[in-house]
């Protein structure tokens, strides 16, 4: 009936405002839960919460396929939101390179949750829902996308 005409409409009227709202993203820098390392020319960087403060971190880079290329130790931090960069200059920016922080107070883990940042650079809008190209060839839904510079 007329009824479920409108709520189509409305429905796709919802979809076309978040498509717009996604395309304001393109060129923003956004961060998702995950564990890979956004790769710049010159450097890579890094983005975890640890739930308490903690005396010890250390961080391992892996190559996709789980391959230890670094490890780096940031010492001491205080519960919260943390960033690192790993200066690693002739990386190539095409690599996928994922990161693992362990997080220890005494000799007892702190609990770390880790972020993947990346930049948007499409917006996919195919069967309904909205998705974004990342940079590093990835493709994410709306609702991954926690933070956006």
């Known amino acids: ?27 923003h820098s956004v961060t ?39 490890r780096i130790s940031l010492g001491a931090a205080g519960a919260g939101k943390h960033d690192f960069v790993w200066d690693r200059a002739g990386i190539d920016p095409r690599a996928e390179l994922n990161f ?5 107070r005494g000799s007892k883990p702190v609990k770390v949750e880790t972020f993947s940042r990346d930049t948007v650079v499409a917006v996919n809008t195919q069967g309904g829902t909205l998705g974004f190209q990342l940079a ?9 996308i926690l933070t956006v510079d």
């Open 100 to 104: 693992n922080v362990v997080a220890t």
């Open 1 to 27: 009936g007329h009824l479920d005409d409108g709520i189509g409409r409305l429905a796709q009227q919802g979809a076309a405002a978040q498509a717009m709202q996604g395309v304001a993203l393109i060129g």
């Open 32 to 70: 998702m839960a995950g564990k890979q390392m956004a790769i710049f020319s010159d450097h890579a960087e890094g983005s975890f919460e640890i739930a308490g403060a903690a005396d010890q971190i250390e961080v391992e880079i892996t190559t996709a396929a789980g391959t230890v290329v670094d």
């Open 136 to 144: 590093s060839g990835r493709s994410v839904g709306y609702d991954a």
